[in-house]
């Protein structure tokens, strides 16, 4: 596979941080623009180091002009390549078909651990795609749209009931169109035909699975599959929907991402002041 010049954002912590740093990996139809809504800031503010990449032909990645030939192992191309420009092993964080690229780097033990935001289930996304043409006939056609740049009333509407919890304000629906892009034709049927691919291992690494009891896109008993997969924790995120990272539920969504996190590297116990004599004799 190619070796493409690959775009990141990076978001630094006051101080120097003791935990392994986070590789976020956006989903289909966005850049990583998409974690710097929220969840970089959020995190780099609570000690961690941030890192969110433009997969291949998104962004400011290089591979626009072949972007719908660009396959799921071009995209993992991408995160190794970036892993491997890192200090150490990181914490994948990954959302949707993000999330199913952190598997892969998972199933390589080539992190240290990950959390797998609404992910694609184990089976691709046919399943899925068949409920959705069942609920909003319309919705493929306005996914399309969505992936021009075209947002008219009706298709805004269609958006915001399948990707976004009901109470998602119009102004966090405007902010996301400016997100959008198109996305590989290669990539989408990948996506579709997991199903196909015989289940690699999964090491016994931590994971954590988030999903949103408002996802229309991969409800609850979908995800429920994938942390099965790698007998994960599991949190379904009341009220969230789909797009949680960007939705109107994003810090219930980071809140438990968090906690979790911080199980796995606990903060620093900081010295009271009976021990601090302790403290000042040379190691």
Do not use: N
Request: charged residues 20%.
């Amino acid at each position: 596979m190619a070796r493409r010049r690959i775009h990141t954002l990076q978001r630094a912590p006051a101080a120097r941080s003791p935990h392994p740093p986070l590789l976020f990996i956006h989903g289909g139809y966005v850049d990583a623009r998409c974690w710097d809504v929220h969840f970089l800031p959020f995190f780099a503010a609570r000690g961690y180091e941030c890192h969110a990449l433009d997969l291949s032909g998104h962004g400011q990645s290089e591979g626009g002009s072949e972007l719908d030939t660009l396959s799921l192992d071009d995209y993992l191309v991408d995160v190794l390549q970036v892993i491997e420009q890192l200090d150490r092993k990181p914490i994948v964080v990954g959302h949707s078909m993000g999330a199913f690229l952190a598997e892969r780097v998972l199933e390589e033990s080539r992190a240290e651990a990950g959390v797998l935001m609404s992910p694609v289930p184990p089976g691709g996304t046919l399943e899925s795609a068949i409920r959705l043409f069942f609920q909003h006939p319309q919705f493929l056609g306005a996914v399309f749209q969505m992936s021009k740049g075209i947002f008219d009333t009706a298709a805004l509407r269609l958006i915001k009931q399948v990707y976004f919890s009901p109470d998602t304000s119009d102004q966090v629906l405007g902010e996301f169109t400016r997100l959008v892009q198109p996305e590989s034709l290669r990539a989408i049927c990948d996506l579709s035909l997991l199903f196909w691919r015989w289940p690699p291992r999964t090491p016994a690494l931590p994971v954590l699975v988030v999903g949103g009891e408002a996802d229309a896109v991969f409800p609850s008993y979908m995800t429920e599959r994938v942390a099965r997969r790698w007998r994960g924790e599991l949190r379904i995120v009341p009220g969230a929907g789909h797009a949680m990272i960007v939705d109107q539920q994003w810090e219930s969504c980071a809140a438990p991402v968090l906690a979790w996190l911080q199980q796995l590297t606990p903060q620093p116990v900081q010295p009271t002041s009976e021990s601090a004599p302790a403290l000042a004799c040379p190691a």
